[in-house]
Protein backbone atom coordinates (compact mmCIF):
# COMPACT_ATOMS: atom_id res chain seq x y z
CA UNK A 1 0.00 0.00 0.00
CA UNK A 2 2.17 3.03 -0.71
CA UNK A 3 1.07 6.64 -0.33
CA UNK A 4 0.58 9.60 -2.74
CA UNK A 5 0.40 13.31 -2.16
CA UNK A 6 0.43 15.94 -4.03
CA UNK A 7 0.05 20.03 -3.55
CA UNK A 8 -0.35 22.83 -5.44
CA UNK A 9 0.63 25.88 -3.49
CA UNK A 10 1.22 29.05 -3.44
CA UNK A 11 4.96 28.94 -1.93
CA UNK A 12 7.35 26.53 -2.53
CA UNK A 13 5.80 22.96 -1.72
CA UNK A 14 8.84 20.58 -1.17
CA UNK A 15 9.19 20.50 3.23
CA UNK A 16 5.52 20.53 2.93
CA UNK A 17 5.25 17.17 0.94
CA UNK A 18 8.27 16.04 2.74
CA UNK A 19 5.87 16.12 5.88
CA UNK A 20 3.01 14.40 4.14
CA UNK A 21 5.20 11.50 3.09
CA UNK A 22 6.55 11.27 6.67
CA UNK A 23 2.88 11.37 7.61
CA UNK A 24 1.94 8.43 5.05
CA UNK A 25 4.91 6.62 6.39
CA UNK A 26 3.37 3.88 7.50
CA UNK A 27 2.19 3.40 3.82
CA UNK A 28 5.41 2.22 2.58
CA UNK A 29 8.92 2.28 4.00
CA UNK A 30 10.33 0.64 1.47
CA UNK A 31 11.29 3.76 -1.12
CA UNK A 32 10.03 7.39 -1.28
CA UNK A 33 10.07 10.15 -4.15
CA UNK A 34 9.15 13.85 -4.98
CA UNK A 35 8.57 15.77 -8.12
CA UNK A 36 8.18 19.21 -8.58
CA UNK A 37 7.50 21.61 -10.83
CA UNK A 38 9.47 25.34 -11.08
CA UNK A 39 9.40 27.50 -14.37
CA UNK A 40 8.17 24.54 -16.79
CA UNK A 41 11.21 22.14 -14.80
CA UNK A 42 10.60 19.47 -13.92
CA UNK A 43 12.63 18.45 -10.31
CA UNK A 44 13.07 14.89 -9.25
CA UNK A 45 14.85 12.95 -6.49
CA UNK A 46 14.17 9.24 -5.44
CA UNK A 47 15.52 6.43 -3.04
CA UNK A 48 15.13 3.34 -1.10
CA UNK A 49 14.37 3.78 2.58
CA UNK A 50 12.35 5.63 4.34
CA UNK A 51 11.74 9.22 3.88
CA UNK A 52 14.32 10.60 6.52
CA UNK A 53 16.69 8.35 4.87
CA UNK A 54 15.88 9.75 1.42
CA UNK A 55 15.74 12.88 1.56
CA UNK A 56 18.18 15.65 3.53
CA UNK A 57 18.03 19.46 4.16
CA UNK A 58 19.81 20.20 1.10
CA UNK A 59 17.76 17.28 -1.75
CA UNK A 60 14.75 19.17 -0.35
CA UNK A 61 15.85 22.79 -0.53
CA UNK A 62 16.83 21.43 -4.66
CA UNK A 63 13.28 20.53 -5.32
CA UNK A 64 12.34 24.25 -5.96
CA UNK A 65 8.58 24.81 -7.19
CA UNK A 66 5.12 25.73 -5.65
CA UNK A 67 3.49 22.66 -6.87
CA UNK A 68 5.03 19.04 -6.58
CA UNK A 69 3.70 15.04 -5.91
CA UNK A 70 5.17 12.82 -3.32
CA UNK A 71 5.45 9.14 -2.61
CA UNK A 72 5.83 6.68 -0.70
CA UNK A 73 6.36 2.68 -1.91
CA UNK A 74 5.54 -0.73 -0.33
CA UNK A 75 6.20 -2.94 -4.11
CA UNK A 76 3.45 -4.91 -4.94
CA UNK A 77 4.89 -5.08 -8.80
CA UNK A 78 8.01 -5.41 -10.59
CA UNK A 79 10.79 -5.30 -7.58
CA UNK A 80 12.58 -3.36 -4.83
CA UNK A 81 15.23 -1.41 -7.45
CA UNK A 82 15.77 2.19 -7.77
CA UNK A 83 14.19 2.38 -10.80
CA UNK A 84 11.06 1.75 -10.05
CA UNK A 85 10.89 4.07 -7.35
CA UNK A 86 8.28 6.58 -8.03
CA UNK A 87 7.17 9.45 -9.14
CA UNK A 88 8.17 7.60 -12.21
CA UNK A 89 8.66 10.44 -15.83
CA UNK A 90 7.46 10.51 -19.41
CA UNK A 91 8.13 13.46 -21.34
CA UNK A 92 5.56 12.91 -24.07
CA UNK A 93 3.13 14.14 -25.10
CA UNK A 94 4.49 16.16 -22.41
CA UNK A 95 6.53 15.88 -19.03
CA UNK A 96 3.78 14.04 -16.71
CA UNK A 97 5.67 12.48 -13.10
CA UNK A 98 3.04 10.45 -11.47
CA UNK A 99 2.73 8.31 -8.47
CA UNK A 100 0.69 5.46 -7.91
CA UNK A 101 -1.04 3.40 -4.89
CA UNK A 102 -2.62 0.04 -5.69
CA UNK A 103 -2.41 -2.62 -8.37
CA UNK A 104 -3.19 -3.29 -12.15
CA UNK A 105 -4.23 -6.38 -12.48
CA UNK A 106 -3.76 -6.24 -16.56
CA UNK A 107 -0.26 -4.52 -16.46
CA UNK A 108 1.16 -7.70 -18.61
CA UNK A 109 -1.60 -7.29 -21.02
CA UNK A 110 -1.38 -3.84 -21.60
CA UNK A 111 2.20 -3.53 -21.42
CA UNK A 112 2.57 -5.28 -24.25
CA UNK A 113 -0.81 -3.77 -26.55
CA UNK A 114 0.92 -0.37 -25.03
CA UNK A 115 4.12 -1.38 -26.98
CA UNK A 116 2.60 -2.78 -29.81
CA UNK A 117 -0.09 -0.43 -30.69
CA UNK A 118 1.09 2.66 -28.91
CA UNK A 119 4.61 2.27 -29.68
CA UNK A 120 5.55 3.08 -25.90
CA UNK A 121 8.51 1.41 -23.97
CA UNK A 122 7.72 0.09 -20.98
CA UNK A 123 11.27 -0.26 -19.36
CA UNK A 124 10.35 -1.88 -15.92
CA UNK A 125 8.09 -4.46 -14.53
CA UNK A 126 6.44 -2.02 -12.49
CA UNK A 127 2.80 -1.42 -13.26
CA UNK A 128 2.78 1.91 -12.55
CA UNK A 129 4.96 2.49 -14.93
CA UNK A 130 2.22 1.50 -17.30
CA UNK A 131 -0.35 3.35 -15.85
CA UNK A 132 1.63 6.57 -16.82
CA UNK A 133 2.22 5.05 -20.16
CA UNK A 134 -1.57 4.62 -20.69
CA UNK A 135 -2.29 7.98 -19.36
CA UNK A 136 0.34 9.30 -21.55
CA UNK A 137 -0.97 7.85 -24.53
CA UNK A 138 -4.19 8.83 -23.92
CA UNK A 139 -3.07 12.75 -23.53
CA UNK A 140 -1.38 12.15 -26.81
CA UNK A 141 -4.73 11.39 -28.91
CA UNK A 142 -6.17 14.04 -27.56
CA UNK A 143 -6.37 17.12 -30.44
CA UNK A 144 -4.73 20.22 -30.41
CA UNK A 145 -1.68 21.45 -28.29
CA UNK A 146 -2.00 21.99 -24.66
CA UNK A 147 -4.35 19.98 -23.31
CA UNK A 148 -7.85 21.56 -21.83
CA UNK A 149 -9.17 20.41 -18.54
CA UNK A 150 -12.03 18.63 -20.95
CA UNK A 151 -9.41 16.39 -22.96
CA UNK A 152 -7.24 15.43 -19.68
CA UNK A 153 -10.47 14.24 -18.05
CA UNK A 154 -11.08 12.20 -21.54
CA UNK A 155 -7.88 10.76 -21.20
CA UNK A 156 -8.49 10.05 -17.82
CA UNK A 157 -11.69 7.98 -18.74
CA UNK A 158 -9.30 6.65 -21.67
CA UNK A 159 -7.39 5.37 -18.48
CA UNK A 160 -10.06 3.81 -16.54
CA UNK A 161 -11.49 1.90 -19.57
CA UNK A 162 -7.90 0.08 -20.54
CA UNK A 163 -6.65 -0.37 -16.85
CA UNK A 164 -7.82 -2.88 -14.05
CA UNK A 165 -7.08 -3.11 -10.49
CA UNK A 166 -7.05 -0.60 -8.03
CA UNK A 167 -5.45 2.75 -8.17
CA UNK A 168 -5.48 6.35 -6.71
CA UNK A 169 -2.94 8.71 -8.77
CA UNK A 170 -1.27 11.68 -8.50
CA UNK A 171 0.14 13.42 -11.58
CA UNK A 172 2.24 16.55 -12.76
CA UNK A 173 1.39 17.23 -16.14
CA UNK A 174 3.91 20.26 -17.14
CA UNK A 175 2.29 23.35 -18.67
CA UNK A 176 -1.13 22.04 -17.37
CA UNK A 177 -1.30 21.27 -13.33
CA UNK A 178 -1.93 19.02 -10.80
CA UNK A 179 -3.98 15.33 -11.94
CA UNK A 180 -5.58 13.23 -9.05
CA UNK A 181 -7.32 10.52 -10.23
CA UNK A 182 -9.18 7.30 -8.09
CA UNK A 183 -10.33 3.78 -9.94
CA UNK A 184 -13.81 3.46 -11.24
CA UNK A 185 -14.95 1.49 -7.79
CA UNK A 186 -13.07 3.44 -5.52
CA UNK A 187 -10.84 0.42 -4.03
CA UNK A 188 -7.79 2.77 -3.26
CA UNK A 189 -8.39 5.93 -0.98
CA UNK A 190 -7.90 9.60 -2.19
CA UNK A 191 -9.13 12.62 -0.51
CA UNK A 192 -9.05 16.38 -1.88
CA UNK A 193 -8.00 19.81 0.72
CA UNK A 194 -7.69 23.33 0.46
CA UNK A 195 -6.55 25.70 2.32
CA UNK A 196 -6.38 29.52 2.42
CA UNK A 197 -3.19 31.49 1.65
CA UNK A 198 -2.66 34.78 1.44
CA UNK A 199 -1.68 34.87 -1.96
CA UNK A 200 -4.50 32.75 -2.74
CA UNK A 201 -6.16 29.22 -2.68
CA UNK A 202 -3.78 25.64 -2.31
CA UNK A 203 -5.08 22.47 -2.94
CA UNK A 204 -3.62 18.98 -1.85
CA UNK A 205 -4.40 15.51 -2.85
CA UNK A 206 -3.33 12.54 -0.35
CA UNK A 207 -4.18 8.74 0.65
CA UNK A 208 -5.55 9.89 4.04
CA UNK A 209 -6.95 12.79 5.51
CA UNK A 210 -4.39 12.95 8.13
CA UNK A 211 -2.12 14.95 5.85
CA UNK A 212 -4.58 17.56 5.59
CA UNK A 213 -5.15 17.91 9.60
CA UNK A 214 -1.30 18.36 10.02
CA UNK A 215 -0.55 20.39 7.12
CA UNK A 216 -3.88 22.65 7.94
CA UNK A 217 -5.72 21.95 4.86
CA UNK A 218 -9.53 21.41 5.10
CA UNK A 219 -10.99 18.17 3.84
CA UNK A 220 -13.37 19.12 1.16
CA UNK A 221 -14.40 15.55 0.10
CA UNK A 222 -13.02 12.36 -0.62
CA UNK A 223 -12.16 11.34 -4.48
CA UNK A 224 -15.66 9.42 -5.69
CA UNK A 225 -14.83 6.28 -7.77
CA UNK A 226 -13.50 7.16 -10.99
CA UNK A 227 -13.56 10.98 -10.48
CA UNK A 228 -10.44 13.18 -11.71
CA UNK A 229 -9.67 16.32 -10.22
CA UNK A 230 -7.39 19.21 -12.05
CA UNK A 231 -5.54 22.03 -10.54
CA UNK A 232 -4.37 23.85 -13.48
CA UNK A 233 -1.32 26.06 -13.64
CA UNK A 234 -3.49 29.54 -12.37
CA UNK A 235 -4.98 27.54 -9.92
CA UNK A 236 -8.08 26.59 -10.51
CA UNK A 237 -9.76 23.60 -9.58
CA UNK A 238 -12.08 21.27 -11.75
CA UNK A 239 -13.69 18.31 -10.96
CA UNK A 240 -14.95 15.18 -13.36
CA UNK A 241 -17.01 12.27 -12.10
CA UNK A 242 -16.36 9.90 -14.93
CA UNK A 243 -19.20 7.68 -16.89
CA UNK A 244 -16.79 5.13 -16.13
CA UNK A 245 -17.15 4.67 -12.24
CA UNK A 246 -18.71 1.36 -10.78
CA UNK A 247 -19.74 0.02 -7.57
CA UNK A 248 -18.15 1.90 -4.44
CA UNK A 249 -16.70 -0.48 -2.82
CA UNK A 250 -13.19 0.26 -0.94
CA UNK A 251 -10.64 -2.05 0.50
CA UNK A 252 -11.75 -3.23 3.90
CA UNK A 253 -8.43 -3.63 4.82
CA UNK A 254 -7.50 -0.15 4.98
CA UNK A 255 -9.71 0.21 8.03
CA UNK A 256 -8.24 -3.04 9.67
CA UNK A 257 -4.72 -2.42 9.33
CA UNK A 258 -3.13 0.09 6.69
CA UNK A 259 -4.96 3.46 7.58
CA UNK A 260 -3.55 5.93 10.48
CA UNK A 261 -6.84 5.96 13.15
CA UNK A 262 -7.11 9.25 12.49
CA UNK A 263 -7.83 9.36 9.07
CA UNK A 264 -11.58 9.54 7.38
CA UNK A 265 -12.18 7.28 4.44
CA UNK A 266 -14.78 7.69 2.48
CA UNK A 267 -16.47 9.48 5.31
CA UNK A 268 -15.95 6.86 7.81
CA UNK A 269 -13.80 7.73 10.54
CA UNK A 270 -11.28 4.67 10.73
CA UNK A 271 -10.87 5.26 14.67
CA UNK A 272 -14.25 4.73 15.06
CA UNK A 273 -14.57 1.95 12.64
CA UNK A 274 -11.87 0.43 14.69
CA UNK A 275 -13.99 0.94 18.19
CA UNK A 276 -16.77 -0.89 16.62
CA UNK A 277 -14.63 -3.70 15.39
CA UNK A 278 -13.72 -4.26 18.99
CA UNK A 279 -17.29 -3.78 19.92
CA UNK A 280 -18.45 -6.51 17.45
CA UNK A 281 -15.69 -8.86 18.59
CA UNK A 282 -16.42 -8.72 22.17
CA UNK A 283 -20.40 -10.01 21.64
CA UNK A 284 -18.88 -12.33 19.57
CA UNK A 285 -17.01 -13.55 22.29
CA UNK A 286 -19.91 -13.23 24.75
CA UNK A 287 -22.35 -14.90 22.59
CA UNK A 288 -19.92 -17.70 22.01
CA UNK A 289 -18.26 -18.08 25.23
CA UNK A 290 -20.71 -16.53 28.08
CA UNK A 291 -18.50 -18.59 30.56
CA UNK A 292 -14.84 -17.44 29.44
CA UNK A 293 -12.28 -17.43 32.45
CA UNK A 294 -10.21 -14.61 30.47
CA UNK A 295 -8.20 -12.49 33.27
CA UNK A 296 -6.77 -9.92 30.93
CA UNK A 297 -7.33 -8.51 27.74
CA UNK A 298 -4.04 -7.21 26.02
CA UNK A 299 -3.30 -5.14 22.47
CA UNK A 300 -0.80 -6.53 19.97
CA UNK A 301 0.71 -2.97 19.57
CA UNK A 302 0.00 -0.82 17.44
CA UNK A 303 -2.66 -1.02 15.29
CA UNK A 304 -5.39 -3.52 17.38
CA UNK A 305 -4.92 -0.82 20.31
CA UNK A 306 -7.95 0.87 18.97
CA UNK A 307 -10.21 -2.36 19.29
CA UNK A 308 -9.03 -3.41 21.89
CA UNK A 309 -10.12 -0.84 24.30
CA UNK A 310 -13.82 -1.52 23.93
CA UNK A 311 -13.42 -5.16 23.47
CA UNK A 312 -11.91 -5.18 27.09
CA UNK A 313 -14.59 -2.60 28.57
CA UNK A 314 -17.26 -4.96 26.93
CA UNK A 315 -16.03 -8.19 28.41
CA UNK A 316 -15.25 -6.30 32.09
CA UNK A 317 -11.99 -7.53 31.88
CA UNK A 318 -8.59 -5.41 32.24
CA UNK A 319 -7.01 -3.67 29.50
CA UNK A 320 -3.25 -4.00 29.99
CA UNK A 321 -0.36 -3.32 27.86
CA UNK A 322 1.24 -6.29 28.16
CA UNK A 323 3.57 -6.18 25.04
CA UNK A 324 5.86 -2.94 24.24
CA UNK A 325 6.76 -1.84 21.03
CA UNK A 326 9.73 -0.40 19.97
CA UNK A 327 8.91 2.92 18.16
CA UNK A 328 12.17 3.06 16.03
CA UNK A 329 11.02 -0.76 14.03
CA UNK A 330 8.39 -0.32 11.09
CA UNK A 331 5.63 -2.02 10.41
CA UNK A 332 6.55 -5.76 10.07
CA UNK A 333 3.63 -6.99 7.76
CA UNK A 334 5.12 -4.46 5.03
CA UNK A 335 9.11 -5.56 5.17
CA UNK A 336 9.43 -7.18 2.06
CA UNK A 337 10.64 -10.89 2.56
CA UNK A 338 9.35 -13.52 5.56
CA UNK A 339 13.43 -13.51 7.31
CA UNK A 340 13.11 -10.05 8.12
CA UNK A 341 9.41 -10.06 8.94
CA UNK A 342 10.07 -12.70 11.73
CA UNK A 343 13.34 -11.23 12.94
CA UNK A 344 11.40 -7.79 13.67
CA UNK A 345 8.60 -8.71 15.18
CA UNK A 346 11.09 -10.06 18.35
CA UNK A 347 13.08 -6.73 18.16
CA UNK A 348 10.12 -4.89 17.64
CA UNK A 349 7.94 -6.67 20.41
CA UNK A 350 8.80 -7.64 24.48
CA UNK A 351 6.76 -8.41 26.89
CA UNK A 352 5.83 -7.55 30.44
CA UNK A 353 6.06 -10.53 32.49
CA UNK A 354 3.77 -9.43 35.30
CA UNK A 355 1.10 -9.34 32.88
CA UNK A 356 1.11 -12.47 31.84
CA UNK A 357 2.73 -14.67 34.88
CA UNK A 358 -0.38 -16.83 35.66
CA UNK A 359 -2.87 -15.33 34.09
CA UNK A 360 -5.18 -16.31 30.94
CA UNK A 361 -4.41 -13.88 28.68
CA UNK A 362 -6.60 -12.57 25.77
CA UNK A 363 -4.35 -10.86 23.27
CA UNK A 364 -6.20 -8.86 20.32
CA UNK A 365 -4.72 -8.19 16.97
CA UNK A 366 -6.27 -6.19 13.90
CA UNK A 367 -5.71 -9.38 11.59
CA UNK A 368 -3.66 -12.93 11.65
CA UNK A 369 -2.15 -12.81 7.64
CA UNK A 370 1.04 -14.77 7.48
CA UNK A 371 0.62 -15.40 11.09
CA UNK A 372 4.35 -14.21 12.28
CA UNK A 373 3.13 -12.12 14.20
CA UNK A 374 1.01 -14.04 16.36
CA UNK A 375 2.85 -17.35 16.71
CA UNK A 376 5.73 -15.87 18.12
CA UNK A 377 3.70 -13.43 20.34
CA UNK A 378 2.07 -16.69 21.41
CA UNK A 379 5.39 -17.91 22.23
CA UNK A 380 6.66 -15.15 24.30
CA UNK A 381 3.20 -14.99 26.00
CA UNK A 382 4.11 -18.49 27.55
CA UNK A 383 7.79 -17.75 28.21
CA UNK A 384 6.60 -15.00 30.53
CA UNK A 385 4.47 -17.21 32.17
CA UNK A 386 0.91 -16.97 31.10
CA UNK A 387 -1.09 -19.98 31.76
CA UNK A 388 -3.70 -20.18 29.35
CA UNK A 389 -3.06 -18.13 25.85
CA UNK A 390 -5.99 -16.93 23.46
CA UNK A 391 -5.53 -14.68 20.55
CA UNK A 392 -8.56 -12.72 18.96
CA UNK A 393 -8.59 -11.25 15.11
CA UNK A 394 -10.75 -8.67 14.06
CA UNK A 395 -11.48 -9.13 11.22
CA UNK A 396 -11.69 -12.76 9.68
CA UNK A 397 -9.36 -15.57 8.38
CA UNK A 398 -6.87 -13.84 5.66
CA UNK A 399 -7.49 -17.14 3.36
CA UNK A 400 -7.24 -15.13 -0.74
CA UNK A 401 -4.70 -12.94 -2.07
CA UNK A 402 -4.88 -9.32 -2.68
CA UNK A 403 -4.21 -8.13 -5.72
CA UNK A 404 -5.07 -4.47 -5.44
CA UNK A 405 -1.68 -3.08 -3.71
CA UNK A 406 -1.65 -4.94 -0.68
CA UNK A 407 1.78 -7.65 -0.83
CA UNK A 408 -0.11 -10.75 -0.32
CA UNK A 409 0.03 -12.38 -3.59
CA UNK A 410 0.52 -16.08 -2.14
CA UNK A 411 -2.19 -18.05 -0.80
CA UNK A 412 -0.07 -20.73 0.49
CA UNK A 413 1.64 -18.38 2.57
CA UNK A 414 -1.76 -17.51 4.18
CA UNK A 415 -1.48 -19.27 7.31
CA UNK A 416 -5.35 -19.37 7.13
CA UNK A 417 -5.51 -20.46 3.62
CA UNK A 418 -7.16 -23.78 3.33
CA UNK A 419 -6.73 -24.36 6.98
CA UNK A 420 -10.08 -24.48 9.28
CA UNK A 421 -10.30 -22.04 12.01
CA UNK A 422 -9.28 -25.16 14.52
CA UNK A 423 -6.40 -26.35 12.67
CA UNK A 424 -4.93 -22.73 12.30
CA UNK A 425 -5.54 -21.76 16.48
CA UNK A 426 -2.76 -25.37 16.33
CA UNK A 427 -0.92 -24.09 14.29
CA UNK A 428 -0.17 -20.53 15.85
CA UNK A 429 -0.67 -22.58 19.12
CA UNK A 430 -3.26 -20.60 20.86
CA UNK A 431 -5.39 -22.58 23.34
CA UNK A 432 -8.05 -21.19 21.33
CA UNK A 433 -8.73 -18.64 18.44
CA UNK A 434 -11.59 -15.85 17.65
CA UNK A 435 -11.87 -14.48 14.43
CA UNK A 436 -14.29 -11.70 13.59
CA UNK A 437 -17.10 -12.52 11.20
CA UNK A 438 -17.16 -10.72 7.95
CA UNK A 439 -20.23 -9.76 7.78
CA UNK A 440 -19.78 -8.43 11.21
CA UNK A 441 -16.45 -6.52 10.53
CA UNK A 442 -18.60 -4.93 7.02
CA UNK A 443 -20.82 -3.53 9.29
CA UNK A 444 -18.98 -2.02 12.17
CA UNK A 445 -16.76 -0.61 9.06
CA UNK A 446 -20.13 0.52 7.47
CA UNK A 447 -21.75 1.70 10.46
CA UNK A 448 -24.82 4.13 9.44
CA UNK A 449 -23.19 5.03 6.14
CA UNK A 450 -25.81 4.05 3.57
CA UNK A 451 -24.08 5.64 0.66
CA UNK A 452 -21.19 2.85 0.04
CA UNK A 453 -22.18 -0.07 -2.21
CA UNK A 454 -19.89 -2.38 -0.11
CA UNK A 455 -16.29 -3.19 0.06
CA UNK A 456 -13.59 -4.57 -1.44
CA UNK A 457 -13.47 -7.62 1.02
CA UNK A 458 -11.32 -10.13 -1.56
CA UNK A 459 -8.62 -11.21 0.91
CA UNK A 460 -11.73 -12.47 3.37
CA UNK A 461 -14.20 -13.53 0.94
CA UNK A 462 -12.42 -15.19 -2.60
CA UNK A 463 -14.50 -12.45 -4.28
CA UNK A 464 -12.67 -9.41 -6.40
CA UNK A 465 -14.55 -6.64 -7.27
CA UNK A 466 -13.25 -5.93 -10.83
CA UNK A 467 -13.41 -10.20 -11.34
CA UNK A 468 -9.95 -11.87 -12.62
CA UNK A 469 -8.66 -13.44 -15.65
CA UNK A 470 -8.73 -17.34 -14.96
CA UNK A 471 -4.95 -18.18 -13.91
CA UNK A 472 -4.46 -14.81 -12.66
CA UNK A 473 -3.92 -15.49 -9.24
CA UNK A 474 -1.36 -19.09 -9.82
CA UNK A 475 0.61 -16.60 -12.05
CA UNK A 476 0.92 -14.04 -9.58
CA UNK A 477 1.91 -16.93 -6.95
CA UNK A 478 4.20 -18.28 -9.09
CA UNK A 479 5.99 -14.88 -10.05
CA UNK A 480 5.60 -12.77 -6.50
CA UNK A 481 5.66 -15.51 -4.03
CA UNK A 482 8.75 -15.16 -1.30
CA UNK A 483 10.38 -18.11 -2.66
CA UNK A 484 9.95 -17.16 -6.14
CA UNK A 485 11.46 -13.79 -5.04
CA UNK A 486 14.10 -15.66 -3.06
CA UNK A 487 15.10 -17.76 -6.08
CA UNK A 488 15.38 -14.60 -8.60
CA UNK A 489 17.60 -12.83 -5.96
CA UNK A 490 19.71 -16.18 -5.77
CA UNK A 491 20.37 -16.12 -9.50
CA UNK A 492 21.01 -12.12 -10.07
CA UNK A 493 23.41 -13.05 -7.67
O1 LIG B 1 0.03 -12.32 10.61
P1 LIG B 1 1.08 -11.38 10.16
O2 LIG B 1 1.61 -11.74 8.82
O3 LIG B 1 2.15 -11.18 11.18
O4 LIG B 1 0.38 -9.97 9.88
C1 LIG B 1 -0.51 -9.35 10.75
C2 LIG B 1 0.19 -8.44 11.72
O5 LIG B 1 0.96 -7.44 10.99
C3 LIG B 1 0.48 -6.15 11.28
O6 LIG B 1 1.27 -5.52 12.26
P2 LIG B 1 2.54 -4.59 11.93
O7 LIG B 1 3.65 -4.98 12.81
O8 LIG B 1 2.82 -4.59 10.47
O9 LIG B 1 2.09 -3.09 12.22
P3 LIG B 1 1.40 -2.36 13.47
O10 LIG B 1 2.52 -1.96 14.42
O11 LIG B 1 0.74 -1.18 12.85
O12 LIG B 1 0.43 -3.25 14.13
C4 LIG B 1 -0.93 -6.36 11.81
O13 LIG B 1 -1.30 -5.30 12.68
C5 LIG B 1 -0.80 -7.66 12.57
O14 LIG B 1 -0.23 -7.43 13.85
N1 LIG C 1 1.44 -0.68 -2.67
C1 LIG C 1 1.27 0.04 -3.75
O1 LIG C 1 0.40 0.89 -3.82
C2 LIG C 1 2.23 -0.28 -4.88
C3 LIG C 1 2.15 0.61 -6.11
C4 LIG C 1 2.80 -0.08 -7.31
N2 LIG C 1 2.02 -1.23 -7.70
C5 LIG C 1 4.24 -0.46 -7.01
O2 LIG C 1 4.54 -1.62 -6.84
O3 LIG C 1 5.06 0.42 -6.92
MG1 LIG D 1 0.20 -5.31 14.21
Known sequence: MCGIVGIFGRSPVAARLYDAMTILQHRGQDAAGMTTLDDGRM????????????????????????????????????CDRPDETQPMYVNSPCGIALGHNGNLINSDRLSAELFAQDRRHINTESDSEVLLN??????????????????????????HRRCRGGYAAVALIAGVGLLGFRDP??????????????????????SESVVLDILGFELVSDLAPGEAVLVDMDGQLHRHASPEARSHTPC??????????????????????????????????LREWPDHDIDVVIPVPDTSRTAC???????????????????????????????????????????????????????????????????????????????KVYLASASPPVRYPNVYGIDMPAA??????????EEVCAAIGADRLIYQDLEALEQAVRGKNQKLDGFDSSCFSGKYV????????????????????????????
Not at 143 to 154: D, E, K, L, R, V
Not at 255 to 269: G, N
Not at 473 to 491: C, H, I, K, N
Open 185 to 206: HGIRPAVLGRRESDDGEEYIIA
Open 466 to 493: TGLEDGYLEALEARRSDAARMQRRGQSG
Open 134 to 159: CLAHELAIQPGGSPTPAQIFAAVDGV
Open 252 to 285: LFEYVYFARPDSMIDDLSVYKVRLRMGEALAEKI
Open 412 to 421: SELIAAGRSE
Open 309 to 387: LPLAHMLGVKYREGLMKNRYIGRTFIMPGQEERARSVRRKLNTIPLEFRRKNVLLVDDSIVRGTTSRQIIQMAREAGAN
Open 43 to 78: RSARGIGLVRDVFGEQSVAGLTGDIGIGHVRYPTAG
